[in-house]
């Protein structure tokens, strides 16, 4: 449904959601047990991982295809980075060290905001490869 956006929505929100789904392989990776290939066989962890990291190379390439890559690399950081987050916090019981949280919070929020950062502003415009032209490479054959 992504791949169906107008050209606009299309890279940010395809970017998105493969960070989300890096983000579902980080979380589904931390709760393996263990690395005995018996036991992985039996932990639906194991297929978390699996399906998680192919859909988002998917959809991180169709990102790619579909516009800018500073774009979608940014909205790809704030998804891997915003739901392994809230759900380490909320759900695995992580937190900042003593004393350290409005750190850690400043830090999330600067990776934060810096990634929407870039993903507004981070494409240079009027650059040599856009001025280029393919017409340029008959003139100077020609001499």
């Known amino acids: 449904m992504a791949g169906r956006l107008p050209g606009r929505w299309r890279t940010p929100i395809l970017g998105l959601c493969a960070g989300l789904c890096f983000g579902v392989l980080a979380l589904a990776a931390r709760t393996l047990p263990e690395l005995d290939p018996v036991r992985l066989l039996r932990e639906p962890a194991t297929y978390l991982v699996a399906v998680s990291s192919l859909i988002a190379l998917v959809l991180w390439t ?76 008959p003139a100077e054959a020609g001499r």
């Open 62 to 137: 169709m990102a790619l295809s579909a516009g800018a890559v500073t774009t979608a690399t940014a909205a790809m950081v704030v998804g891997e980075t915003v739901l392994p987050a809230v759900v380490g916090v909320l759900v695995l019981g992580d937190e900042a060290r003593a004393g350290w949280a409005p750190v850690a919070v400043g830090g999330f929020l600067l990776a934060v905001g810096g990634a929407l950062a870039l993903a507004r502003f981070g494409e240079l415009r009027g650059g040599p490869a856009e001025g280029a032209t393919a017409t340029a490479a």
